[in-house]
């Protein structure tokens, strides 16, 4: 499968869970961290995920989290922190546009 990420432009993490290669990268302490990751830690983040159009994204972190959390202690911290936080994602998601494309 050949995932796109609609936040690949503007992400300044280094760890992706779709990059085949994470393992041979490094995150610093204050470093940001994937959307999606953070995401998976929050309670009842599946079913704000399953329907929409980047649920892919969301399974493919959810894969990955566990095997990433274990090499990166840095990252495990900062989800564990995030894990106690709100999602950014709202229940009921209307409209969305992963194309960048603004059709007003």
């Known amino acids: ?43 009842g983040a599946f079913d704000r995920y399953i329907q929409r159009p980047d649920a892919d994204l969301y399974l493919k972190a959810s894969e990955e989290i566990v095997a990433m959390r274990e090499v990166f202690p840095v990252l ?8 106690r936080l709100r999602s950014r994602i709202p229940t009921v998601q209307l409209e969305l546009d992963f194309d960048g494309d603004n059709h007003s």
Request: net charge positive; proline share 8%.
């Open 1 to 43: 499968m050949n995932l796109k990420c609609p936040r690949f432009n503007k992400c300044d993490a280094p760890l992706c869970p779709i990059d085949p290669e994470w393992r041979k990268r490094t995150m610093l302490k204050n470093e940001r961290v994937c959307h999606y990751l953070t995401e998976v830690t929050k309670e």
């Open 76 to 83: 495990d911290k900062r989800l564990e922190k995030s894990s």
